[in-house]
Every structure is written in C-alpha cells, then in structure tokens.
C-alpha cells in the first residue's frame, strides 16, 4: 500500500515538474468587466509589449554622434525574429517625402468647412497673400525644404493637417528632443531606441531569450556607452524568478522542518508519514488541478506549503491517538470525527471562494479542497495502518483539570486576558485601510524598478496618459466611430489635449464625400479662376509659368482609398501607435491626461457611445478598490456563514459551536489588529490568507470543544499543538519570501493561527468550563 | 656641312626638342591631391581658431518655381558654440537667430517673430544644420554623411555627396565648398538638390573673431 503511495506521488511529482504554471497577475483579479477589459487591453496592447533601449554617454570625451552612432550600431544588429522593428526618431528625409506625398491626398482629407476657407483665397487678395507667404519661404534658409512644397500647395491647404501630422508623429509620450533624426534626452546624454517584438511580456520563455539576445548585442557597444532594458518583459522575468526562488524556500523549509519535527519530537520514523502524505496530497492535488483547470496559477502552487501546513493536522491528530492508545489502530475511532469536522469546516472555509468572481480564488478552492479530502482520506485509512503497534513514543497523558481551585483562577485570568487582547485589537482595527495599488503586487527585483527609476527621470512618461479605445470590426469602422468621440471631445477639452488619429485619418465614407465634394468645388470655375489670378499675380515674384502645375495638374487626381493613406509611412507609424489590431476587429486608441477632471468628461463621452471604454490607471486602481472591497466583503459573509453551520451541525450545539469560534475571532481580530498596528494596508492576499487562518483555527476550536466535551484521553493538546506548529512552519516559510504577495500571505497566516492555538489552548477550556460544564478539560 | 655634321646636329636637334617637351610636360603635371581625411583635419585645425566670424553674403537660389534666379543680399553673424544668425535685407526682409535649440524669425510682411523649436521641427533642424555644418568648420564630423572628394587645390574646393544611408540624400544631390587661399574660412558653398534646385552662396567682407555685441542675437534688433 505504502509503495503504491509512493509511487503514484513520484509519477505525480514528475508530472507537476513539467506543468507550464500561469504567471498571471490578472488570475488574483476580480472579475468586474471593466476591469478585467482595462487589464486585458493592457496586456494585449503592443505598446506593453514593446522594449526600450536607453544608452547613455558616460564620458565626457564622447559626443552626443558619438552616442548616436553607437545606437545606429545597435540598431543594425538587431534583427529578427526577436526584433521586429526598431524606431530610433524620426528621419526628417522619411518625414519630408511623406508630407511631400501627403499633399496628394489633400481632395480626401480637405472638408467642408476647409473648402469654405480655400474658396476665400481664390481672390485677388487671397491669391496675392498665398504667393506672397511662399515668396517668404523661398527666402528662407530651410526653401530646399519648402520649394516642393510651395509648387504643390501654393495656397497653403495643407498646413493645418501637416501641423496635427507632425505633433502626433513626434510624440511618444516621453519628453524627447530630436537631433539628426533620433530621439534624444533634454540633457543630451542619452539616446533611445523602441524595439518592436512579437514576444509578449506573459511568454516568459521567450523573454528570457529575448533580454538575453539584447544584452549580447549590448555587449558589443563601445566602452563608452551603458545601456538600461525597460519593459514587461523584465518584469515577468524577475516575477517569475523571484516565485520560483520563493517556492522552492518555502517548500524547502517547511519539508525539512517538518521532518526535523516529526524525527526529533516523536523519534519514529514512521512519523514521516505525517509529513509525506500531505506533501504526495498536494503533488497529486497539483496535477489533477491543474487537469482540470488547465493553467494552475504560480501564486495559487506557492501556497502548497501553507495547504500541506494545514492538513498535517489531521495526520498528526490520528497519529497522536493511536499512539496514546499504545498503538491501537482501532483509536482512529475516537478522533475521526472531529477530524472530520474539521476537515469538513476547513474545507468549507475553501468552499466560499468557489464563489468568488476572482478566477484565482476557485483556483485556490479547488486545490485546496482537493489537497484536503486527499490528506484526510490518508489520515484516516492509511495512516493507522501504518503507525500501529508497540514501536513508537506513548504519548503521556495530559493530568486530569478539575475545573475549579488553581485552575478556575488560571482560567479566569486567561480569560480576562484575552478579553482585554480583543479589545485592543478591535480599537486597532478601527484604523484598518485598503490598498488595492496592484502595482505593490508586482515581486520584481530592485534592480528592474531602479532601471525604470531613472529612465522616467531622464525621459520622463511616468504619468501615462488614460486611453479612450474605440473598437470595431473594422478599420474603416472603428475610425467612424472614432471620428464621432473626437468632436466630442475636442468640444470639451481642446485639439491639444486629445490626441487622436481622428484628427487627420477620416474614415471611408468622409474622405469619399471629400473627394466628391473637392472635384466639383474645382468643377465650378475656381480652377479656371485660380489659373487666370496665378498668371496674373505669380510673374511680380518671379514665380515661372509653370511653378504651381504639381498642384494644378493633380486637381482631378483620385488620391483616395484606406491604402492609399497607410502606403505613406507617416500614417503607417501613425496607425502602429494609434490603432490595434486585434482577432475579433481593431481598435483605435485617443490619449489624453489621465487626471480625474478629463477622466470624469471622458467617461460621459464614452457612455454616449457605446461599446468604447476607458483606460486609466486612477479609474482601474478606483475600480479594483471597489471590487476587491465588495469580494471580501461578500467572501467573508460566507466563509461567516458556511463555518458556523458546518461547526453547528457537526457539534449539536448553538454553545459548543460559539466556544469553537472563539479562536476563529481571536484569529481574525489579531491579525487585522497587527495589520493596522503597523501601520499597513489590508490588500487581497491578505485577506486569502485570514479566510485561510478561519478554516485552521476553528479546527483549533473543533478539537479543544470536543476533547472537553467527550472528555476525550487522545492526547488533544499536544495534537493541536503539533498542528499549530506545522501550520506555523508552512505560513512561516513564507515570512522569507521576497514576493509581496506571498510575504503578505506568510506574515497574516502566522499571525492568526498563532493567536487561534494560544486562545484555543487557553481560552477555550476556561470559556468551556463556565459557559457549559464544570470540572471538565482537555487532555 | 658633311653628311655626318648634318646627321648630329639632326641628333642634338631632336634630343634638344624632346629635352624640352620632357621638361615641359613634367612641368605641367599637378602635384598628386591630398587625403581629403587629412585635408579636413588640417581644415579643422585652422578653424578650431574660429570663434566669431561675420560676413556679407550673396545667395543666388536657382530654382524650378521661379523664372529667374532669387538673389538674396545679408548678412551672417556665427558664434560658437550654437549661435547661429542670418539676416536678409534684399529683397525681402528677412531674419533668423538661433540660441541653442531655439529659433526666433522675423520677415517684414508679418513684422510678426515667431518661435521654434528645432527638436521639436525635424525637417526645420534638417535644413539648419546643413548651413552650420559647412560654415562651423567641423568636417570630420560630417564624414559620417557624406562622402568627401578634392577637386581642387588653388584655391581649395572639396566636394562632399551624400552617402545611401545619410538623411540629407533625400534633398541634396552634392555640396561644394570653396575656401579662401589661407583656408581659414569658407568663400563660397554651391549646393544642388536632387531635384534640379541649386543654390550658390558667396561670402564677402569676412571678419574671424570681431567681437559680436550680444544685443546682435535679439532678434528684434533686426527689425525694421
């Protein structure tokens, strides 16, 4: 039996070695629509998945070309399939020939109300101040520039458009000057370059090969340069470093300090088996999860050493019986209900995150209840096969209490006590806040959050802006739509502050009826008009007969279609920030301040139109506040209420289960209470690991009820002593976690068991004595 | 005369003429051109002198929009580092001056100064940096572009085309500069655009290191 255990946990072990774990954030998130859609559009959108370079000048003796060439050798050498593309700035030689090229699709992008002004200056005056504003241009040092476009567009047309077009082209969010075609820093010192990667900051695999590829490449530059690696991809890496590292400490110190335990405590070897079912429980568990769910989560897995923690107890209460009862096999009678009981009430603490709406959650409630059934089933029908006969310690038993003299005095004392310890902590708790900041989730290492430290220094960008997304089926229309919240919103906060590709991409059906409607302006006697006042006007400045038949010749040219605009490469960068592309359509983006006065317009923008949504970090961290707060809320009314009745139906009695409770309220008010003592903020791991520290401690109180009440000689005290320690051991394991969120799990759990065992331990049997029985106690 | 006498002095006749070419072809035979790298840097040299330089101008733009050359007539003031001015007073009123990054205009028909910024008008900073670089003296630098050439040596005239790679290759189809005989500044810069354009700009009256008042960087000293 015992070699089939062994061998079906080792085909389990090796199974669970080759899981590919989810390391998503997103899995620990309520599932709110809004938010799950911002935090979705984050993760999908490639502007997270895009890495920057910054290479910085350290020696004075170089210059900022010196810099720039350095980053032109970066550039060639990165090729792909890891590199897609690299955008270094923005070539004034690529930018001239696109506005050059621009001015071709004037009949499409010109509107009425454009049309209204062109028709004012198809006069005397109007035609006089066109040439006169382009004679001033040729005057100028930049007329190579300007001369192309001075016989393109001599009237100007174009100059509102190619003003939006060189502001949208120039921005990327960060604060960037551009010297000979790249993006420099204010201080000149540093240069950066945008890499483009089909690699996803969730393909941790990939990311890995992917820094590793760019720090090769960075090894080549010369002496003088240093360079930093911003991006997701970072970030994933250290996470899942960091998780990894955590998991295999805590696994480790848990695993040995149980085996130290058991060895050390009960000298029987055969106590490993303590140890060992719970942990082939929680392999086994992991594989059949993680069948069923398809991707277990990584923080969900690093909680095995607190699952393994808590059901030890019921190994270690059958152990103790037996072994009290000179190595009965048959003393597993005596204490199989309690265990039960609290088996069952520990599961049914698991059982309230089935409903919970964070996909995390049921994750943890299904390995949980699994690891638990599993261990429990060990304890009670392997175990005392096992751990049977003479061999082995006896464990003493505990001395008759009579209730009352020395020991109602003690019992009295502990009570005040621990009415006063309530007290405090309920007054603590007063001062109690949430924090739903999901950044203080991210684990990375320091040197990644030092690295994006001081490129927001040099670059700034660190308030991104929010995000308003329109989607569609289509291109086409999406930038319909899109076309639509623009006049919204530029009516309420200005051109200038909604950055949009509405501003100078029309969708099909405008630049059509532009077209249409620019053909017949000319058809009416304007071209005739304006050709009879350039001959007239344009000889005084010398301007040759010829000088404006780029314009004048292509004035019935089509210049139309979605292709047309995306051929020009200054739409085609446009289109990679502004537009996503995605498998059920596309979705063009707008950007402005995420602060909450446009937060607050937007958002009734974006209700009059249907389907587009926000993305803001303020709205997002509001939004998760909110859910997070109404999920515990909700979780905890029904762990509140499954525990109770589970606790009342299996004990039989309103009191019994209110002394069992006791440690529970113990548990809880202490671990809140030290939560707001320090001055920290209750966030969602930890409120996991206080639904966790109910379903333990009142299998504190289950046993300690019990023991009193069935004036049970199984040696109860030890036994819920032995399991509070190996529940401290898999809690304290994570106390050394560097992830925050499984530091936070670790210091909460240690925190309410320890003040459950101590209350159950002392509180609990006083408490029963007055309330119930007297001269009644636990052995 | 005998035959023989006749016969030598035929001899030292034809050895007397081809004596003559030989002396007279190897006298026309130039000296071979120098490096250009080494020319740039003996140019560079001379011009790390340079701190001021001041000098009238004549610009002749040769363009396909007009039909007869635009002659512009000002003045250039440069200062080192990045002072940069350019003052046209025929036939239009014209004036730039730029401080660092930053770009102030003034034309007499607005009488209106405009700023700009040249990071933020790359095509702007484009243009600009190509008068600069060929006035500043810093050649070396410009390798990088261009590919330089000698084409002459009396006076000094180097010819620099763009490279594939460089971003000016989209406008410019060559520059040419022409130094005075001291090679201490430039005398003249010929440049033909890739599309027919061209333009001469011919520098006269140069004065190196005058001291130039700082009310000269305002624009709106330069205003009428």
């Known amino acids: ?72 050798q970066l550039e060639r050498s990165l090729e792909p399939p890891l590199v897609t593309e690299v955008v270094s700035g923005v070539s004034g030689g690529d930018l001239f020939e696109d506005l050059l090229s621009l001015v071709k699709h004037l009949p499409e992008l010109v509107d009425e109300p454009a049309l209204s002004r062109i028709d004012a200056r198809i006069s005397p005056d109007g035609v006089e101040e066109s040439l006169r504003a382009n004679y001033r241009k040729l005057v100028s040092p930049s007329s190579a520039f300007m001369a192309p476009f001075v016989r393109s567009d001599p009237l100007g047309i174009s100059s509102e458009l190619l003003g939006s077009l060189r502001e949208l082209s120039s921005s990327l969010g960060y604060e960037v000057e551009i010297e000979d075609g790249h993006f420099v820093s204010r201080d000149h010192a540093h240069t950066m370059l945008v890499l483009r990667t089909p690699v996803t900051v969730t393909e941790v695999s990939r990311a890995r090969e992917l820094v590793a590829y760019l720090h090769r490449s960075l090894g080549e530059l010369p002496d003088f340069v240093s360079a930093d690696i911003i991006g997701g991809h970072l970030h994933s890496i250290s996470n899942e470093d960091v998780m990894r590292r955590d998991v295999r400490v805590a696994l480790s110190i848990s695993g040995a300090a149980f085996m130290l335990l058991f060895l050390f405590v009960f000298r029987d070897l055969r106590a490993a088996l303590l140890f060992f079912f719970p942990v082939a429980s929680i392999v086994v568990s992991i594989n059949l999860s993680n069948l069923i769910l398809e991707h277990l989560s990584y923080f969900i897995v690093g909680m095995g050493g607190v699952i393994a923690g808590i059901s030890v107890d019921y190994g270690i209460h059958v152990y103790v019986a037996v072994r009290s009862a000179g190595g009965r096999a048959d003393a597993v009678k005596q204490v199989a209900k309690p265990v039960v009981t609290a088996a069952l009430t520990t599961m049914a603490v698991f059982a309230a995150f089935f409903f919970s709406r964070v996909e995390g959650y049921r994750q943890l409630a299904l390995f949980s209840i699994l690891s638990i059934a599993l261990s429990l089933g060990c304890a009670l029908f392997l175990l005392p096969q096992l751990v049977g006969g003479s061999r082995g310690i006896a464990v003493a038993r505990a001395p008759r209490s009579d209730g009352a003299g020395r020991g109602r005095g003690r019992g009295g004392v502990a009570i005040a006590g621990w009415a006063v310890v309530m007290a405090a902590g309920v007054v603590s708790m007063a001062g109690l806040r949430f924090d739903s900041d999901i950044r203080k989730f991210d684990g990375s290492e320091p040197y990644v959050i030092e690295a994006e430290e001081k490129f927001h220094r040099v670059w700034g960008g660190r308030d991104r802006p929010a995000v308003l997304v329109v989607p ?96 020009l490469g ?210 | 005369m005998t035959k023989r006498r006749a016969l030598l002095f035929l001899f030292l006749l034809i050895c007397w003429i081809s004596g003559g070419a030989a002396s007279t072809e190897s006298e026309s035979v130039p000296d071979p051109l120098p490096e250009p790298r080494e020319l740039l840097a003996r140019l560079e040299e001379k011009a790390a002198e340079l701190r001021t330089l001041k000098a009238d101008f004549v610009q002749e733009k040769h363009l396909a929009v007009l039909d007869r050359p635009l002659v512009l007539k000002g003045t250039l003031l440069m200062q080192k580092p990045d002072h940069f001015s350019w003052i046209v007073r025929e036939p239009l009123g014209y004036a730039m001056v730029i401080r660092g990054d930053v770009v102030h205009q003034w034309n007499e028909d607005t009488q209106q100064v405009d700023k700009i910024s040249l990071s933020e008008n790359p095509l702007f900073q484009m243009a600009i940096r190509q008068l600069r670089d060929w006035l500043s003296g810093s050649y070396r630098s410009i390798l990088g572009d261009y590919a330089v050439s000698v084409l002459g040596q009396q006076p000094l005239r180097l010819q620099f085309v763009p490279r594939d790679t460089a971003v000016p290759r989209e406008l410019i189809e060559s520059v040419t500069v022409e130094f005075e005989r001291d090679e201490r500044y430039v005398r003249q810069i010929t440049i033909v655009e890739r599309r027919g354009d061209w333009t001469l700009l011919t520098f006269v009256d140069t004065l190196l290191n005058d001291p130039i008042a700082p009310s000269a960087w305002d624009v709106e000293q330069h205003v009428r």
């Open chain 1, 472 to 567: 569609g089926q289509s291109l086409d229309e999406a930038l319909r739509r899109s076309r639509l919240v623009y006049r919204d919103a530029v009516a309420v906060m200005g051109e200038e502050g909604f950055a949009s590709l509405s501003a100078v991409w029309l969708p099909e059906q405008e630049r059509a009826e532009n077209r249409a409607r620019w053909k017949e302006f000319w058809r009416q006697g304007r071209e005739a008009e304006l050709r009879r006042l350039l001959r007239e006007h344009a000889s005084a400045y010398g301007f040759s007969k010829d000088a404006f038949s780029p314009f004048l010749d292509d004035l019935h040219a089509e210049g139309g279609g979605e292709d047309g605009l995306e051929s």
């Open chain 1, 570 to 779: 200054i739409f085609s960068r446009l289109k990679e920030r502004f537009v996503q592309e995605r498998q059920d359509g596309v979705q063009v983006l707008s950007f402005f301040p995420d602060e909450d006065e446009w937060v607050s317009e937007m958002s009734e923008i974006s209700e009059r139109h249907p389907g587009t949504f926000l993305v803001s970090r303020k709205v997002l961290s509001r939004a998760l506040s909110q859910s997070i707060s109404s999920e515990i809320l909700y979780l905890s009314g029904v762990a509140a209420l499954l525990v109770p009745v589970l606790a009342g139906l299996c004990l039989g009695s309103v009191r019994l289960t209110a002394l069992a409770l006791v440690p529970v309220a113990t548990g809880v008010v202490a671990l809140l209470g030290m939560i707001s003592a320090l001055g920290l903020s209750l966030d969602a791991p930890s409120v996991i690991s206080a639904i966790v520290a109910v379903g333990l401690t009142i299998d504190y109180g289950v046993f300690m009820v019990s023991a009193c009440h069935h004036r049970l000689e199984t040696g109860t005290r030890m036994a819920v002593t032995l399991s509070a320690v190996t529940t401290l051991i898999g809690a304290g394991a994570l106390l050394f976690a560097r992830h925050p969120i499984l530091f936070a799990i670790g210091s909460t759990m240690t925190t309410g068991v320890l003040a459950g065992y101590v209350s159950s331990l002392l509180v609990v049997p006083p408490l029963y004595r007055s309330l119930v029985g007297k001269g009644a106690g636990a052995r």
């Open chain 1, 1 to 72: 039996m015992l070699g089939l255990a062994a061998i079906l946990t080792a085909a389990a072990a090796v199974g669970a070695g080759s899981l590919s774990l989810a390391n998503d954030l997103e899995l620990m998130l309520p599932g709110d629509d809004q938010i799950r859609r911002s935090m979705r559009f984050l993760r999908e959108s490639h502007f997270s998945d895009d890495v920057v370079v910054s290479l910085e000048r350290r020696s004075s003796d170089a210059s900022l070309e010196d810099l720039i060439r350095a980053a032109d």
